[in-house]
């Protein structure tokens, strides 16, 4: 969920879900077009699961906007399956 102004490399992985939650512009490219008029994905709505590194800027983003996150050490903790059950019922808690 990394956004433009504060990456710390060139790698442009984690911006994309920055624009799509409006946390970053949209960028002026023909294959974002379909995005300019659509309704920002709430962050709250978003689950990352099996996250191997988060950069400390990300962490705060992160935190800020109540993203629910699972690492790697939370799947081998859980397992899967459990990681699964946890992330449907975060979303979806009245079934």
Request: proline share 8%.
């Amino acid at each position: 969920m990394r956004t433009p102004d504060k990456i710390h490399s060139e790698n442009y992985h984690g911006m994309p879900l920055s624009h799509v939650t409006g946390l970053s512009s949209i960028p002026p490219l023909d294959y974002w077009k379909w995005l300019a008029n659509e309704q920002p994905l709430n962050p709250k709505n978003v689950v990352l699961i099996a996250i191997r590194d988060i950069d400390p800027d990300e962490y705060v983003t992160l935190t800020k906007y109540g993203v629910k996150c699972f690492t790697m050490d939370h799947i081998d903790q859980y397992g899967i399956g459990s990681v699964m059950t946890q992330t449907i019922d975060y979303l979806d808690p009245k079934n």
